[in-house]
């Protein structure tokens, strides 16, 4: 099981394009990155995945290098209704998805 | 395409009693799994089931139980409630079996347990 390591919190204001990196120095050659969002008392919504360089869709774009021991999570133009958790996961153990802490992003106007 | 649709939204119930939860994942989807949350104890996974069988169980007591019907709904159940089992259940579902790599799972919006 690929460990993630993702800062605990952020901060950021209306407008700006946040990134949140998530560290996955032993992911496996099979694995996929895929990242969530959680407001609270919510499930965790499925935000964007990917397996290796670039990803993009309508709400977020995913980087991945080439060595792929990290991924960073591009939100562009946040507004307040991005205050949330976001959490990265890797690979999956056996046959459940392992959450870590995850990241809050909290964005002030 | 509705998602994940789980019922009911909030419920409390007194300790000692049993309660179940029902799950009923998006169409097509043959993969159910439930999760528990708390503030202390974050996502937890309980259980997973494909095909009315279940695949893989975690670390929870056996008053913790589950099922899958023929339509892929699911449903769980806590018997004998603690106080301690007062937290979020998450249902999710995706079309393959298992959290393998590459398979979306989709959450759905959770019930709020509270025992009292």
């Known amino acids: 099981l690929a460990k993630t390591t993702q800062p605990i919190s952020m901060d950021s204001y209306e407008g700006q394009e946040v990134n949140i990196t998530c560290s996955h120095n032993n992911i496996a050659t099979n694995d996929y990155i895929t990242w969530y969002q959680q407001f609270p008392s919510q499930g965790p919504r499925f935000i964007i995945q990917g397996y290796k360089t670039k990803v993009t869709n309508e709400v977020a774009s995913l980087f991945i290098p080439a060595d792929r021991k990290s991924s960073t999570l591009s939100l562009p133009r946040v507004s307040l209704s991005d205050t949330a958790v976001y959490y990265c996961?890797?690979?999956?153990?056996?046959?459940?998805?392992?959450f870590g802490a995850g990241t809050i992003l909290r964005v002030k106007s | 395409k509705a998602g994940v649709t789980q019922t009911p939204r909030y419920l409390i119930k007194t300790r000692g009693q049993q309660v179940t939860l029902s799950c009923s994942p998006i169409s097509g989807h043959r993969s159910v799994s439930w999760y528990q949350q708390t503030p202390g104890q974050g996502l937890q996974f309980l259980f997973e089931?494909?095909?009315?069988?279940?695949?893989n169980k975690g670390n929870f007591p056996g008053r913790f139980s589950g099922r899958q019907f023929s339509n892929s709904r699911s449903e769980m159940n806590v018997s004998t409630l603690e106080l301690g089992d007062s937290a979020l259940y998450l249902c999710?579902?995706?079309?393959?079996?298992?959290?393998?790599?590459?398979?979306?799972?989709?959450f759905g919006e959770g019930s709020w347990l509270t025992v009292v």
């Open positions: 999710a579902s995706s079309l393959a079996e298992g959290a393998t790599s590459g398979n979306t799972i989709y």
């Open positions: 089931y494909f095909s009315e069988t279940q695949r």
């Open positions: 996961l890797v690979g999956y153990y056996g046959n459940k998805l392992v």
